[in-house]
């Protein structure tokens, strides 16, 4: 195998694409706090700031699956931790319901995933995006729910 | 004693002559025996056009919307299901109580066509159907049938939980006893225990099918927003190309706006030109939401939170929160 074709072939070798919603007070300092302790995490991640987990709807989530994420990540506060005291108390609900919704349609749970990040758990970000990613990898591809045109 | 189309005419005859309403919402027979379409009764010459038949089955509650946008006080005759839309309204407060003169009507289940015509099998020379007791009967061309009212009813009246309105004014009939109905989660355990790639070919042949009417959301008593956002152009949340992927978000969209809001009637499902499955998509939600958040039954008491507006702290999720 020629040099040219070897890295087109790599280039052409599929890489998930997550799309995380950070919520700005916990998860997305998190984040942060990840970059600057020099904790590496898995360039697949595309993190997305939100004033809060709460933010999130589920529009904003399938519509990542539609233009191309292969996974979705809602990352917000802990429980009790809320900047705004009730928000992610609300996304829990929300949220869980939807991702029952999402496999009762066939959708493999590992897909769409929630989770809790303070913004001193840059370590938590770091190990999160790396499980996410490598269990989205094993799924390969989204086919179920991307805009095929 | 049963509701009679006379005791429909007399009461709303009073109410118009009284001046109790502006406006009286029921039912006209259509062009066919099967078509009992929404009345809008103002004047009393009109009043002979009302109905009372197996084919009823259309909520009047969702038209309350509109008329009373400039009517100050509307009458209608509310089913089992249709209470439940009226609270609904109520919880929403799209409507208030002392705007609307609510007639109860029992109701031991509607007719379903096309399960008559296949019975008789003589689908144009079929008459009317009536209700007697326990059994239709389908006056033809040669005569009358008798069918046992139990085999013939919508699939959404076979798990009907409410036969006797629980809101209203007046009832118009004496309440009838609840009968044993299907379980309503049947099909969706059914489902849940199927695997992902059979959810998903389910799912997916159905909503590749959707002609994206909006007739399921129209019909909707949950779906009083003044602007859809299916219907907004910016930002524009639902693209106009008839695709699966656009269909899967519309479908899904639809039946998470309604989670813990919607009272199960089952009217999507019976609007539905395609026959999409939509009370699965719905109950589906209804399930999961009381078994993480505690039993909850939408459109029994408007001043109960609804589960997706409250939190307790302790609530369980279906995500690993470690």
Known sequence: ?149 | MKPTVDKLKEIAAETLVGKKAELILGWQKGSFWWQSFPAFIEKQEELDSLTWDPFCVANLSIYLLEELKRKKKVALFVKGCDALAINRLLQDKCIEREQVLLYGLPCKGMADRAKIEAAVGEELSIREVRRDGDEFIVLTDNGEQHLDASNYLLDKCLSCRYPNPIVYDQLLAQEIDTFPVKERFQSVVKLENSTFEERYLYWSGHFNRCLRCFACRNVCPACNCRECIFDQNEPRWLGKANILSENQFCHLIRAYHVAGRCIDCGECQRVCPMDIPLQELNRKLIKDLNELYGDYDAGTDPEEPQPLGTFKLDDPASFSES
């Open chain 1, 1 to 149: 195998m020629s040099v040219t074709e070897k890295s087109l072939q790599e280039k052409q070798a599929w890489e998930p694409l997550i799309v995380a919603f950070c919520c700005n007070w916990c998860s997305y300092a998190g984040g942060d706090l990840a970059g600057t302790s020099r904790m590496p995490y898995p360039a697949n991640i595309r993190v997305i700031r939100v004033p809060c987990s709460s933010r999130v709807n589920p529009m904003m989530v399938l519509r990542a699956f539609q233009r191309g994420a292969d996974g979705v990540l809602v990352a917000g506060c802990h429980p009790g931790d809320c900047h705004y005291t009730s928000g992610n108390y609300y996304t829990r609900r929300r949220m869980s319901v939807f991702r029952r919704l999402l496999e009762y349609t066939g959708i493999e749970p590992e897909r769409f995933q929630v989770t809790w990040i303070s913004g001193s758990e840059g370590a938590k970000f770091a190990q999160v995006m790396n499980r996410v990613t490598e269990e989205v990898r094993a799924l390969g591809p989204n086919r179920k729910l991307r805009d095929a045109r």
